[in-house]
C-alpha cells in the first residue's frame, strides 16, 4: 500500500444551543466518481475517550473527519442538562446540522456505537450510512462489559496493541474516561428502550465485529441486527475491541468502500482492491 | 475401538522410473481409470459392510500418487452408497480453495449422507501449493482464517461478510446447512506437535499418518491435550485417529511380503516426483514457518523410504502380518497411544487390490471381533502434565 501523508487533525470548539462541544477535525475533502464531494465523516469514540489510530489517518486521506469529544470525556466538561443518551444524541445532531451542513456519515465505536444508533434512530436527517464498530448497549444476560482491572481492560481492547500510535495518555486516564459514560446510560448493559427503536433507523448500516471481540457479546450484534431495517454484519477477523487498532487497513477500506457504493458495497469492484 | 478406512487411489501401474514433477499425463489412460475408480469406490462401499466405522477420501494434485483431486466427489457417492459409515474427509486442502465453497460443498455432503461427514480441513502436502499456485508461506495462516471462515458459515443463521487477512466475502448465507448441529466434527492433521497444538486450537479430531515411531506419536498427542486443556476442551480417545498402512493375511509372512512390494513401490516411484517439488518448498519458503521444520519433515520423510517393513513392525507402526498379529499390533498401538481411532491404509502403491479385498475379510472375520471393544471402558486421556516440572 502507497504511504499514506498523515492529516494533521486540529481540536477546535463548537457552540452549540446547548453548550460547548470539543472536537478534533482533519482530512481532505475528496470527491466520488461524479465529482461530488464526499460527506464528512464523524467518528464517536468509545467509553475510553478519544483514540486517534491509522484507521482514522487512513480514511481521512480523502475524507473530513469530525471527532467530536464526548462530554465529560478527555478532561472535558459535561455539558448542563444533556445527561440521557437521547440529550447527547441530540447534541451530536445539532453539531452534525450547524457545522457540516446537516448531513454525515456516521461512525461509532463502542459506547460510541451505541450514541450513534441513537443519533440514527432519534435524527435519521442528519445520516446518510452509519458504521457500528463492537457497538455497546447490546450486552444480553450481563455477558462481555468493561473489565475492572487495567490490565485486562487492554487486553481484551486490542489484538495488536503493537500497531496503536503512541499518544500521551496514560492506562489510568483511558480507565477515568470509562466511568464517564454512566453519566448518560446509568449503567444500563442493555438500552431496552433502543432496542425498541432500532426500527427507526433508515439508514443502511454497517456493523463491524471483532472475532476476537470479548467485550459486547455476539448475541447483542444479532439483537442489533434484528432490530434495523437494512444491515451489513461483517466479520473483522484477528479483531478485538478495538477494529480501527488491530486492523487499520482493513477496515478503512472497508469503511471507504461502504462510504463510497453505500449498499452497493457488496459488489466487488477492482476499485475496492 | 474405531476404524477408519482410508484409500489414496493410486495409479498403480506407473512404470518404474524417475519422473519430474508435475508428472506428465501422457500414459494416463482413461479407460483404465474408469474401471480403477470403480474398483476402488466398491472396494470402499465394501468396507461398510466388513465392519469398518468411517470410510476416507483425501485430495492430491498433479501425480499419479493419488487420482483424488477433488475428495468431495467421491465423498458425494459414498454418501449415498452407504447407510451407516461415517464419511470421513481427508481433503479439502482448505488453503489452496475457496472457503465458501468449501463450506458449501461439506454442508451438502453432510445432508445428503444423513449427518455422517466427518470434515476434514487440511493443509496439505508442500508441493500441492505449486499446483495450485499459491504462496506456501501463507498456509498456516491461510488454514487458520480459513477455518474460522467456514465454521462461522456453518454456524451463522442470518447473512454476513467477512473481513479477513486472506478471504473478503460481503455477504455469505449457505445453503443448504450442515444437518449435524452446530457443524460436524472437524478433523485436522497433526504430524508434528505444532500442527497437533493448532488442531486442538480450533477443538478439531487430531489426524496422524506417518508416524515414525509409537513414542513420537505420544509426543504429538501428549501437545494436542496440552493444548486443549490450555484453551478449555478436553480430548477424548476418539478426538485422536492415528493412521497405519495395513496389511493382512494367512501368516505373516505372506502379508509381509505382499505389503514390502506396495510400499517399496510407493515410495521408489508414486513418491518420488513430487519429493522434488517438496523440497524446493520446503528449501526456499517458509512453509514451516518454525526452525527444524522443514528438516524434521524431510527427515520423516527420508526415514519412512528407508526402514523396512520388519523396522516398522518393530517399532509398531504398522498393522501387519497373520489375524493374531494384527490383533496383537492394534492393541499395542491402543495403549501406547490411547486412541480411539485408527485409520488403516490397504492399498499401498500396488498391493495388488483382490489382496486388498482378502485383508479386508481377513479383519472383518479374525481381527475385528477382537478390537472392537478397546477403549470401551472410557478412561482420562492421561492426567495434566505439570508443565512447571522440570521443564
Redesign the interface.
Known amino acids: 500500500m502507497a504511504a499514506v501523508k498523515k492529516p494533521i487533525f486540529k481540536s477546535q470548539i463548537a457552540k452549540l444551543k446547548q453548550g460547548e462541544l470539543t472536537f478534533w477535525v482533519g482530512g481532505k475533502k475528496g470527491v466520488d466518481a461524479d465529482g461530488k464531494e464526499h460527506l464528512p465523516v464523524v467518528y464517536l469514540h468509545g467509553a475510553g475517550g478519544l483514540y486517534k489510530s491509522a484507521t482514522h489517518e487512513l480514511l481521512a486521506a480523502d475524507r473530513r473527519i469530525y471527532m467530536p469529544i464526548i462530554p465529560g470525556h478527555d478532561g472535558t466538561d459535561y455539558v448542563p442538562d444533556v445527561d440521557s443518551m437521547q440529550k447527547l444524541a441530540g447534541l451530536i445532531a445539532d453539531f452534525v446540522r450547524k457545522k457540516l451542513g446537516g448531513k454525515c456519515d456516521l461512525w461509532g465505536h463502542s459506547f460510541g456505537g451505541w450514541l450513534a444508533s441513537w443519533v440514527a434512530a432519534l435524527h435519521p436527517d442528519v445520516i446518510d450510512l452509519l458504521v457500528l464498530e463492537n457497538p455497546a448497549g447490546y450486552r444480553v444476560e450481563g455477558k462481555g462489559g468493561i473489565p475492572a482491572e487495567t490490565r485486562e481492560l487492554f487486553r481484551q481492547m486490542f489484538k495488536h496493541p503493537e500497531k496503536r500510535i503512541p499518544d500521551d495518555r496514560t492506562r489510568e486516564m483511558v480507565k477515568a474516561n470509562a466511568g464517564k459514560t454512566r453519566h448518560y446510560h446509568r449503567g444500563t448493559p442493555l438500552d431496552a428502550d433502543l432496542v425498541a427503536r432500532l426500527g427507526d433507523i433508515s439508514a443502511p448500516t454497517l456493523v463491524a465485529y471483532g472475532t476476537d471481540e470479548e467485550m459486547i457479546p455476539l448475541e447483542g450484534m444479532r439483537i442489533l441486527c434484528d432490530g434495523l431495517q437494512r444491515h451489513f454484519l461483517i466479520y473483522m477477523y484477528d479483531s478485538k475491541h478495538c477494529i480501527h487498532v488491530d486492523q487499520p487497513e482493513r477496515f478503512s477500506r472497508l469503511m471507504r468502500d461502504f462510504f463510497d457504493r453505500g449498499e452497493a458495497f457488496i459488489v466487488t469492484s477492482a476499485a475496492a482492491e | 475401538m474405531k476404524f477408519n478406512y482410508f484409500h489414496l487411489m493410486p495409479w498403480d501401474s506407473f512404470p518404474e522410473r524417475v519422473e519430474p514433477w508435475p508428472v506428465a499425463n501422457a500414459e494416463f489412460d482413461p479407460v483404465k481409470a474408469t474401471e480403477l475408480y470403480k474398483t476402488y469406490i466398491d472396494t470402499l462401499v465394501y468396507a461398510e459392510e466388513c465392519g469398518w466405522d468411517a470410510v476416507g477420501c483425501n485430495e492430491h494434485h498433479f501425480s499419479p500418487y493419488g487420482l483424488m483431486s477433488n475428495c468431495n466427489i467421491i465423498g458425494a457417492i459414498l454418501a449415498t452408497r452407504t447407510s451407516r459409515v461415517k464419511i470421513s474427509m481427508f481433503g479439502n486442502l482448505v488453503p489452496l480453495l475457496n472457503p465458501i465453497r468449501v463450506a458449501e460443498e461439506y454442508a451438502m455432503l453432510d445432508v445428503l449422507s444423513g449427518g455422517r461427514l466427518i470434515c476434514g480441513l487440511m493443509r496439505g502436502i508442500p508441493h500441492e501449493y505449486i499446483a495450485y499456485n499459491l504462496p506456501p508461506d501463507e498456509s498456516v495462516s491461510r488454514l487458520n482464517?480459513a477455518a474460522?471462515?467456514i465454521k462461522?458459515a456453518w454456524t451463522e443463521p442470518?447473512?454476513?461478510?467477512?473481513?479477513?487477512?486472506h478471504?473478503?466475502f460481503?455477504?455469505v448465507s449457505i445453503w443448504p446447512r450442515p444437518r449435524q448441529q452446530p457443524h460436524p466434527r472437524i478433523l485436522m492433521s497433526g504430524s508434528n506437535p505444532d500442527s497437533a497444538r493448532n488442531a486442538a486450537r480450533h477443538h478439531a479430531m487430531l489426524g496422524l499418518v506417518f508416524i515414525p515411531s509409537l513414542a513420537a506419536g505420544r509426543e504429538i498427542i501428549d501437545a494436542y491435550i496440552d493444548e486443549a486443556r490450555l484453551v478449555g476442551w478436553e480430548p477424548t480417545p476418539e478426538d485422536i485417529l492415528c493412521g497405519f498402512y495395513t496389511c493382512i493375511d494367512e501368516t505373516d509372512e505372506k502379508a509381509k511380503t505382499t505389503l514390502e512390494r506396495g510400499v517399496r513401490y510407493m515410495m521408489s516411484v508414486l513418491m518420488t516426483p513430487q519429493r522434488q517439488a517438496q523440497n524446493l518448498v520446503l528449501t526456499k519458503t517458509r512453509y514451516f514457518g518454525t526452525e527444524g521444520g522443514a528438516e524434521n519433515f524431510l527427515n520423516r520423510l527420508k526415514v519412512a523410504g528407508t526402514r523396512t517393513i520388519d523396522d516398522a513392525i518393530r517399532d509398531g507402526t504398522v498393522i501387519c502380518g497373520s489375524p493374531e498379529t494384527a490383533v496383537k499390533q492394534i492393541k499395542r498401538i491402543h495403549a501406547e497411544l490411547g486412541c480411539g481411532w485408527i485409520n488403516t491404509n490397504l492399498k499401498i502403491g500396488n498391493v495388488p487390490n483382490d489382496s486388498v479385498i482378502k485383508s479386508m475379510e481377513m479383519f472383518r472375520d479374525f481381527v475385528l471381533p477382537e478390537v472392537r471393544d478397546l477403549g470401551a471402558v472410557r478412561e482420562p486421556m492421561r492426567q495434566p502434565v505439570n508443565r512447571m516440572a522440570g521443564e
Open positions: 482464517e474460522q471462515l462461522k442470518k447473512p454476513f461478510g467477512w473481513e479477513g487477512e478471504y473478503q460481503r455477504a
